[in-house]
């Protein structure tokens, strides 16, 4: 064995060092000389390329830069990782479960990392296991409630999150949250600032009750993840379209800037979404953030979608009532203006290329015929009197000044606000709409225009997706779960997610590999379910508190993408939002494959 | 000095908290060398304060000497007393470095010296105390055995001995070491107010340097000098190898672990406060607490608790060191207290944090040039002191107009919390420079583990101006500011000047709620607040005195002690009142109005069977509430149950 694994290593130097002319192969150990499978390494270049931030630190208009590309790799069983050599001057970052982060710039045939104390280890858990072990003082409905209101923007047990706090401490965080769009119950506030002061600390008092995380598995070394930061620290990467064009299209939520990043360079063109000269900060909503240095959401870029018939982009602009579309050959936009409607959301073309979306505060969903350049609005059913007077009231609401205007106390049961998320298209022509808070999917006969109402039997269906066989894939959110719903049959199938307390915000479906991937933002993860043998595996991503609000899949490829948008992003690992790839490694006998 | 440990034994026991048969002193600045700010005095108690009253008051003649130069000072001084080989007087500095000698018992003075400063420069005049040593070099009953040192506005450092205050022949020149030839600096640029810090024949001192002007400030340089010859031992700049940079001194009291030959160093921000651009990098080792070999001055561990400083959250305030007893363990532990409200505990032998510290992520500058730090370190307990956060909902005001004003304040100041960078948009600073807790400190209650500590609790809002755009007539060179004031500097060397000011509605009062200053009480072990109280009365801080107190916690500086009688004894409001506190539950129960303001920490000792409690009261410069050069002994009356 021991021979074996001698010969193995010679192998793989040979191959790094013959096998591509320019190649980068080294060893990870721990203190022992042992190697370490599993060692996630990041290389990453020393200088940042020059770039034209003019626009107040940002690109201008219809400018192009080169972004500073981030590889990472994971060593295979034997301890052993390969790069390709590089002309630039490059830092390389191990980080593996357990032990130190060890940085270097010149690496020999070897890299050692050192041992975290017990102590050090537990600090590094990830969210999801100090969250799971909060229990709510036995009420997991209000642990619910908490999570479907406090955990769509970032971590939740990050160690900021868990340090000791006073009641009032955590009293005016909640305040505060509340008044940037969280929407937490004043009815709740007390007891759960008083649960989280003590079960913290209960936490930290006896930290062995924390569960370790999922440990690496060895099919990391099959793949590799390119990060590419666009933005700044003020910026939020929300979803983003993979186009036929080769580039993929960002929406930077916070600063109304669309980001076109060409993959194969890592060069990346920003284009600035247009606004009325008389439009005010934070549209129809008003400004939620006064108090943040840089914001520009006069549109609030949120979702894309691309037509297959000209490759045009239409894009939800949540914060006001239009719709979007952008020309990528032109470079010019086009804005749609509605006649109503209140938060455009997800949006999806279906094959007559019709755009659909979801219009997350009104609780309906629009339909925008292309041909007729013309709108319809199809009302979802409310839960209530109560429901229908807050929603038909909206309009008045939102004429009313920003500042001023009434805003309906929030329940458990989001009355008012039913809110219409995560839309798809099926391959029979159905449009699948899921509502977060009432806990329900409504299915869109385009033909007939006919709604059906489902029940969804969990808590907080965020976004779905549909199958090449039209089965609805949906995450449910505070439920931690990911469920499939067979129209066909009625049936709804729960699948737990393969680490604990994740708190799911979206996924897409590879429709050619049947895989299921699903965001894990507690975790710092991605999470990939295999239809067929219904098992998951788990891909750890490069930077802690990554938080990602939609995946894309490069079918043809099996490249899966998705973006941090942690928010605020200064508060995850490097401050910077990223497009993050995952690609399969070519299966050959260097690195990048486990012998 | 095993003769003056046993002479003293209520100090050289771990940190004044054993049991002791002689009368309890406070020989020094800080109780003891590890600035406990407590004493096992224990005569006064909760159940007979309500009877504590003037036993005596001595002046110290400085407001007939120096006259209206007295407005531009501070009275900071805590007296030591002196153990009955040395003479056993009280001994305190004035703000013009008078050393002055009193008698315990009735406060009469038995010396005093003048070092008669150079008061050049717009530096206000501050001292905080001085420091005591029986030389053992020098023969018993020999003129400066026990020899008084005194760190001055102007750079020296004068030993006088203890019996006479005469200056100590041998010391220096005729018991005078120059520290700081004046031609290297402008008058008050580099000043000294902290008492030095003194043991096994070491003195080590810091120095005050005005860091908010120049890009490139004199250099913040610790000195090590022999008691007895006054000959430099070691010198330690805390900002080693940044030469853009400057200041990162030590202006705050530093502490001695004699035992393990340690002393710790609260350094401070380097120069500028609000800018740094040409200093990139973390700036090691300002804004830390660094452990200093007390016989080299090599480092032995340090942690920086601000990464490239741009708030002047210096280290203010005395490390605390103390007994860390958990789960059956004991470790010899330090308490750093930040401005910024953070409360970090060590291992004081290794610097292995006793709280977890995270690491916080930070807000991004937006100034060119500037790269902060990504994160900042941060305990997982104790919880903040402060919460950093002020937002528009949380306004205040008296009049709902003015809660309004404050509002629409605060919405557009830019604002992320702690470590917000100042950009040229107004932005919240909360805490602003003054802290939350400030030089005055903490107290331990004895071997408890529980921390009484006063803060301030006031948002301040500041922005950079490039200077270009300033009219040159315009350009200002200022300090702190003071109450009401907006304080606007050109950083020299910079393309920017700062504007601070604190912020307030129309009425020129807070736009945050009250408390404005508070006592809080801090388990150090379990990591909790045990229990917070408004600290000072607003009454006389508006245009018209009111004749009953408001108690909303008033902006206060100087710090307090903790007995063992189960009292904390503070002033330091703007309200002339000197309190004592239940140190269980916070609750007031003893209060004396004194002529002006005193922001000076308090001290306590017993003699020929009676408990005294003093507390300078001589106003200070910032608060502009009037000056007075006061020091005031309180003690139960004699035939009570004393």
Redesign the interface.
Known sequence: MKYLTKLQILCFLLAASAGTVHALGFKVVNAAGEALPQVMVSRSPVNTPEANLADN?YAPNGVTNQAATTLTRFTNTLGLVEFDDTVEAVTYRARAQGYIDTYLTEPGDTLVMKKMTR?QYI?SFPSNVWLSKLDFGGDIELKKTFQLNCAFCHQQAS??M?????V??WL??I??MN?YGARLPDDDHQRIAELLQQEY?QL?TNPQQVPEPRAWETHLSTIEMTEWPVG???SQMHDFLLHPDGHVYIGDNLQDRIYAVDPTNGEYTVFKVPHDTDAKLGGFLGNRF?????MNNYSGVHSFAYSKKDGNIFITPSMQQALLEFNPRSREFTVHKMPGGFYPHTIRIDQQDRVWFTLALSSQVAMFDREKQAFKLYDLPTRGIKEWMIIKALPLIFWTDPENRPTPAPDRDGTGLPMPYGIDVAPDGSIWVARLYANDLARIDPKTDEITMIDFPFGGPRRLRVDAENNVWIVAFQDSLLVKYEPESGHFSKYSLPVVNEIPYSLNVDKKRRVVWVNGNQSDTLLAFDIATESWKVYPLPRQ?FFSRDVEIDEETGAVYTTNSHF?T???E??VPTLLRITPLPQTAGAGTDP | MKKACLALLATCTPFGQAAVATEPGWTYYGGNQGGTHYSEAAQITQGNVGELAVAWVSRSGDVATYGAAMENSSTQSTPILLPPDAGQSLVYCTPFNRVIALDPGTGKQRWSYDPEIDRRGERAFRCRGVSYAEEQRVAAGSACRHRIFVATQDRRVVAVDAINGKLCDGFGAGGIVNLEPSANHAPGEVSSSAAPVVANGIIVTGSTVVDFVHAKTPRGTVKALDTLTGKLLWEFDPLMGNEDSGSANVWSQMSIDEAHKLVYLPTSAPSPDYYGAHRPGNNLYANSIVALDLESGAVRWHFQHVRHDLWDYDSPAQPILFKWRKNGETVPALVLLTKQGLIFVFNRLTGEPLWEITERPAPPSLIAGEANAATQPRPIAPPPLIDAFLMPEQAWGIASWEKMACADQIAKLNNLGLFTPLSEHLTLMYPGSLGGPNWGGGALLGGSGKLLVNINNLPFTGKLIRTSQIADDKKIKRDHPGAGQRMQVTMQGTPYSVEIGALQSPMGLPCSPPPWGKLVAVDLINGTIDWQVPLGSVHEMGPVKLPFQVNWGTPNLGGGIATAGGLFFIAATMDRQFRAFDSTSGEELWRYQLPVDATATPMTYSYEGRQYVLINAGGHHMFKRGYGDFLYAFALPRGSDQ
Do not use: C, H, L, V
Request: glycine share 8%; hydrophobic share 20%.
């Open positions: 630190g102590e600090a160690p900021s868990r340090a000791e706090r006073t009032e401490q005016s965080i305040e505060r008044s600390r930290r700044d620290s003020f006064k108090t943040f240095p840089k508190r605020p200064w508060q995850s490097g401050g």
